[in-house]
């Protein structure tokens, strides 16, 4: 076991001494002893303890041999820089053997230390039981949480008042205060990033200054340990202690992996097979369904959820869903969430009510989007499911057209693909707007647009309430219900509009027109406002 100078001078911080070693120098040794008699006893694996005056007489000709020496001398000229580059010389009037002692009691405290972990890690140790050796040698805070927020270990002896350390331990998880903060602060970003071990000294999210290192698997956040220095500050010793800890660590953090790998969900394989395409057959399907008890056939939907915010660790939303909703079939694909569901129950309508109730709960909770597939009966479906329900998100999110006709219109977390299937197959099929936006439809509700814009009215617009007279079959006073408004104010709005544009709403090709015209509208906007 090879131990740091820097942790060796750690020992030493309450004592004057002076290192004039490189500063970007940090040589490790295998062993600690009193300055040798004989030069040819040097070894460069050691580090040496004793009197400057031996040191210098005995260290002339070598180098890279590094000492901690005691001052018995008076400078002189002699006390080169050269000379003294691998020195540490102690300023205090302390025994030979006193700092013998101290020095060496660090080190064999810290191979103890070592070693302990080592055997530890043999005979099958747990994560909690590493952090609790580590407890006496750092004398640091330590929490650590995995993929999905939630406590696997901390330093049950060691106390923290930072609110951030309080709420994992106390809870067992970080909370909603504690990913707000996270946020406030782009956290989540930093960890993304980060590769090795990583000081945050700003002290804006945590009370103190912070050691962290991340455990990633296939670039997968997995888990994630902190040390406050709310004892003792961060030193370079202190790094390098937090380094063995976390190089231990990393044994377990890597069986934890395997082990929860091992126990992923049985169906994952066969659900991913599913939504690519990449299995048709239906005798294999149906093989392979049962194999992993899900129903070959019967009544499913396709739920794709996308998280708002793509910075928070994938665990945690995971880990949520599966509370949530244990009825579900589900998995982890590109970042999001890909679920089957089976609806058992012969009144699908109402099973699909209840679990919209539970998912837009969840969905507000966690800032995530969820796209719904059109119910279909047998597996080999569940490739064109998934496209609907990614279709669904597609269009209602990238709708520039929708802010100008529903300015107020509340958000929806929650899209079916029955409720936007118009604009899902227009917007597949129509790779742009320069065929609509020549068309007589375009011109005609460009033209009440800009009328509305020049007039510059604060109330609604002539487009909106057009728009919302189809939105509502054309019944005024179902539109005037919707706007706010009074039925015979929408008749007379109606009216005018007609004769503004020359059309007659009555006529049903002039209806089918412009209702695809208000869908076209709302998938492009207007071409040349950027609305």
Not at 308 to 321: H, R
Not at 333 to 355: P, S, W
Not at 404 to 411: Q, R
Request: with cysteine; glycine share 4%; net charge negative.
């Amino acid at each position: 076991m090879q131990i740091s100078l820097n942790i060796l001078l750690d020992a030493l911080k309450n004592h004057n001494f002076e290192s004039y070693t490189a500063s970007d120098a940090n040589p490790s040794f295998t062993k600690c002893l009193p300055i040798p008699d004989a030069v040819s006893e040097f070894n460069a694996n050691c580090i040496y303890v004793g009197s400057l005056t031996k040191a210098l007489s005995m260290l002339r000709d070598r180098e890279n041999v590094y000492c901690i020496c005691l001052r018995d001398r008076i400078r002189d000229d002699s006390e080169t820089a050269e000379r003294l580059s691998c020195f540490v010389v102690v300023n205090e009037p302390i025994t030979h053997a006193d700092l013998l002692t101290l020095v060496q009691g660090r080190f064999f405290e810290i191979s103890e230390w070592v070693y302990g972990m080592q055997r530890a890690l043999i005979q099958g140790c747990s994560i909690q039981d590493l952090t609790d050796l580590c407890e006496q040698v750092i004398d640091n805070h330590i929490g650590i949480s995995d993929s999905a927020l939630m406590l696997m270990a901390y330093s049950r002896n060691i106390p923290c008042d930072d609110p951030i350390s309080q709420a994992l331990v106390e809870y067992g998880y970080h909370t909603d205060e504690t990913i707000k903060r996270f946020k406030k602060y782009d956290v989540f970003k930093v960890w993304e990033r980060a590769t090795g071990i990583y000081v945050d000294a700003d002290c804006t999210a945590a009370k103190y200054v912070t050691l962290h290192k991340i455990f990633k698997f296939g670039n997968v956040y997995f888990a994630h340990v902190v040390m406050s220095c709310n004892r003792n500050p961060l030193t370079p010793g202190m790094i390098d202690l937090f380094k063995i800890f976390t190089d231990a660590l990393a044994v377990l953090v890597e069986r934890t992996w395997e082990a929860k790998s091992a126990k992923s969900h049985l169906y994952d394989t066969f659900l991913k097979d599913l939504i690519e395409g990449s299995i048709t057959n239906r005798e294999i399907i149906k093989e392979r369904s049962e194999y992993v008890g899900i129903p070959a056939s019967g009544l499913f939907r396709i739920f794709l959820i996308i998280p708002g915010d793509t910075s928070i660790p994938n665990g945690k939303i995971l880990t949520e869903f599966s509370n949530e909703f244990p009825e579900f079939k589900f998995m982890s694909y590109r970042q999001n969430i890909v679920a089957l569901n089976h609806f058992y129950t012969a009144d699908t309508d109402e099973q699909m009510k209840g679990v919209r109730e539970r998912l837009e709960a969840f969905l507000l909770r966690n800032e995530a989007h969820c796209g719904v597939s059109l119910p279909f009966r047998t597996l080999e479906t569940s490739s064109v499911a998934y496209k609907q329900a990614s279709m669904a998100l597609k269009y209602t999110r990238r709708l520039p057209g929708r802010a100008l006709l529903s300015p107020n219109a509340p958000e929806k977390r929650t899209v079916f693909f029955a409720e936007e299937y118009i604009y899902c197959i227009l917007g597949e099929h129509v790779k742009d707007g320069t065929l609509w936006s020549h068309g007589e439809y375009y011109e005609k509700l460009k033209k009440l647009h800009a009328y509305d814009r020049r007039h510059n009215s604060n109330n609604l617009s002539n487009l909106q309430i057009l728009y919302a007279y189809f939105k509502n079959d054309r019944n005024a006073s179902k539109t005037g219900a919707a706007l706010n408004m009074h039925k015979n104010n929408i008749i007379y709005h109606i009216n005018r509009i007609e004769e503004m544009l020359n059309l007659r709403f009555k006529d049903p090709e002039v209806c089918f027109m412009t209702q695809l015209a208000f869908h076209l509208l709302e998938i492009f906007g207007f071409d040349d406002e950027g609305e």
